[in-house]
């Protein structure tokens, strides 16, 4: 079965210090991998996805997140952290049911940012 | 473009009663997918409709139950409520010819059970 490990529950980090989020998933085939952010109370906001193509993805608000197969993961990266990027982070990873699809959530990552 | 809503923001119902949440999927968009996220983890796939029909069901009883409209606007429903469905329910919409897979999602509708 599909799953995703995100084996970070906390991160803190200093505003304007660079920052990894790690994100591991099991499929067999190749993935269709998101990351969604979500501040307190909120929804889910879809930051990048990885379809195909490019390893190296780029999405919204300057995060990127590069796919390596070999290691099957799927980390988060902003070169400079912002304050407003305090929040909780889901990687996902898309899986076929009977006749359509759904996406499997790791449990999340909560960012804290220190000034 | 008009993105996906959902209401009412938040629910208090009592164990045992039902319950109806409603989503409106973002224009343009045919597919809608509904997640249970309980506190402090990440969000569970419940079900998913398309064409007014259930096309996939996660590990949830049959009391979690829901339709799609014509106009592709879906519902919710929890009979029997328990303690344990307390959480926030998330709708999500997409668009079958992209595999779906690409959901775009509400702001939630918190539902407390007391």
């Known amino acids: 079965a599909q799953s995703v490990t995100q084996p970070d529950i906390h991160i803190t980090v200093s505003e304007g210090a660079s920052l990894e989020l790690r994100c591991n998933y099991s499929?067999?085939?190749?993935?269709?991998l998101f990351w969604y952010v979500q501040s307190p109370g909120q929804g889910l906001q879809l930051l990048l996805k990885?379809?195909?193509?490019?390893?190296l993805v780029q999405g919204i608000k300057g995060f990127e997140a590069e796919f390596k197969r070999s290691q099957s993961s799927f980390n988060l990266r902003k070169p400079s952290v912002h304050w407003s990027d305090a929040a909780e982070y889901f990687c996902?990873?898309?899986?076929?049911?009977?006749?359509?699809?759904?996406?499997?959530f790791g449990a999340g990552t909560i960012l804290r940012v220190k000034s | 473009e008009t993105g996906v809503t959902q209401s009412p923001t938040h629910l208090i119902k009592t164990r045992g009663q039902q319950v109806t949440l409603r989503c409106s999927s973002q224009?343009?968009?045919?597919?809608v997918s509904w997640y249970q996220q309980a506190l402090g983890q990440g969000p569970q796939f419940i079900f998913q409709?398309?064409?007014?029909?259930?096309?996939g069901r996660g590990n949830f009883p049959p009391r979690f139950s829901g339709l799609q409209f014509p106009n592709y606007s879906s519902e919710l429903n929890v009979n029997a409520l328990e303690l344990d469905d307390s959480a926030l329910y998330l709708c999500?919409?997409?668009?079958?010819?992209?595999?779906?897979?690409?959901?775009?999602f509400g702001p939630g509708t918190r539902l407390t059970v007391t």
């Open positions: 409709y398309y064409r007014e029909e259930e096309n």
């Open positions: 224009s343009g968009h045919n597919t």
């Open positions: 990885y379809f195909s193509g490019d390893t």
């Open positions: 499929y067999g085939a190749t993935p269709y």
């Open positions: 996902a990873v898309g899986a076929p049911t009977e006749y359509g699809n759904k996406l499997v």
């Open positions: 999500a919409s997409s668009h079958v010819a992209r595999g779906a897979y690409e959901q775009y």
